[in-house]
């Protein structure tokens, strides 16, 4: 088979062709619109530019309007008080504080001590009736100072005259009469027994006499052993004393709160009974002893709130906010011996802004400096400060709608 040579193509230029510029240029456009990755780029841009201006449009709404607040802080007085209240043990009114008594006593304590003084006892006669008897049929009377003698000696005078009846003859008894009488001599040897002197016939004819009890109170002179209100005292003292004290601080822990005790009422009174007393014979004297304290109390609850509602202020316009405070109450007694309770107290007075004048102020402020605005706002009556807030710059805004007044109460000046 014969091989024969290949024919021969028209020969070709191996570079392309040239393209006009604008042709270029539409033809890069297109091929950049036609890639899938820019067309992806395209799309994520375009929702950017939308999802920022709908954010800005967003941001520009949620941006509240300017609104001013402007705080009015009133003038204030601070008023501060002792309060001294009126006492009665009484039922009392209502503006009076009733008190009322504590009272604490003591265990009765038994002391012995010796006597230490002496007393002169003079000698005493002694006394006692005489009987007469009458034997005559005529009556006898014996004057003051008729003279019997007792069989031991003593003698005996009567101290009153005395008519003895005479005998009765029907049954011959004697008639009788009786006398006090006494003896001649002091001491006690006068102290005669009983019929010391036993039908002695004496004084006048058919006249006997008897002494049918003995005769007492003759003593001699004796210097004695006698109690003295030195004595007394001495040994008490210490007692009551001690006992004072622990009454006291019994009567004081027995006040409990809301009572208060008056410090200065608060009194003891010691009682002493001895016997032998003062001035009577005996060696030894013993003394039952015992404190008794009383002391006035209030409640304090009611003095404090009585307090408060008797604290004047400045009047009007002036009105008192909050509850008045009190201190640490003080107590004493007066001349006349009147409890006095002082109650320290202090209470804030406000001065009662027109709110209504604050509100028609709106429309003159609306549109003017800060500075301005507190001035006018200042020179209002009872205003102690202005604060306003919530503005742009230092202009209120124009819209009185933008603009509020409060007035401050908490923080009155």
Not at 133 to 150: K, M
Not at 155 to 179: C, E, K, S, Y
Not at 250 to 262: E, N
Not at 337 to 342: E, L, N, P
Request: glycine share 6%; with cysteine; aromatic share 2%.
């Amino acid at each position: 088979m014969a091989i024969t040579a290949p024919r021969m193509r028209k020969k070709e230029s191996l570079l392309p062709s040239p393209v006009p510029v604008e042709q270029l240029g539409k033809q890069k456009k297109q091929r950049w619109l036609h890639h899938p990755k820019s067309l992806s780029r395209v799309i994520v841009f375009v929702c950017a530019i939308l999802i920022l201006a709908l954010v800005s449009i967003g941001v520009v709404w949620s941006i509240p309007p300017v609104h001013a607040t402007i705080t009015v802080t009133p003038q204030q007085q601070i008023v501060a008080e002792d309060i001294l209240l009126q006492t009665t043990t009484s039922m009392p009114n209502t503006s009076q504080l009733q008190t009322h008594m504590v009272t604490m006593h003591s265990s009765p304590r038994q002391v012995t001590t010796s006597a230490t003084g002496s007393t002169h006892i003079p000698a005493q006669k002694a006394r006692g009736v005489m009987t007469f008897f009458n034997a005559n049929t005529a009556a006898t009377t014996l004057t003051a100072g008729t003279l019997i003698t007792a069989s031991n000696g003593v003698q005996i005078i009567t101290l009153a005259p005395v008519t003895v009846p005479p005998v009765t003859l029907n049954d011959g008894i004697m008639g009788q009469a009786t006398v006090l009488a006494q003896a001649v001599q002091t001491g006690a040897r006068g102290n005669i027994p009983a019929r010391a002197i036993n039908n002695v016939l004496c004084c006048a004819a058919h006249i006997s006499a008897m002494n049918y009890q003995s005769f007492s109170g003759g003593q001699d002179a004796v210097t004695a052993a006698t109690v003295t209100q030195h004595d007394i005292d001495t040994a008490a003292a210490p007692v009551i004393r001690q006992e004072s004290m622990a009454t006291r601080s019994a009567l004081i822990a027995r006040v409990h709160a809301p009572d208060q005790l008056v410090e200065a009422s608060l009194a003891c009174q010691p009682s002493v009974q001895a016997y032998p007393a003062a001035g009577e014979q005996g060696t030894h004297t013993s003394m039952t002893i015992t404190v008794s304290c009383l002391a006035q109390a209030f409640n304090s609850a009611l003095a404090r709130q009585l307090a408060r509602q008797q604290l004047k202020g400045p009047g009007l316009p002036y009105r008192l906010i909050g509850t008045p405070t009190t201190g640490s109450i003080h107590t004493s007694l007066n001349q006349q011996g009147i409890v006095d309770v002082i109650v320290p107290t202090r209470g804030q007075f406000v001065y009662q802004l027109d709110r209504a004048v604050l509100q028609s102020l709106i429309s003159k402020l609306a549109g003017t400096e800060q500075h301005k605005a507190q001035t006018l706002l200042e020179k209002q009556p009872g205003v102690g400060t202005v604060r306003i807030s919530g503005l742009v710059g230092t202009t209120l805004p124009t819209d009185v709608r933008q603009i509020s007044i409060q007035v401050d109460l908490h923080n009155a000046s």
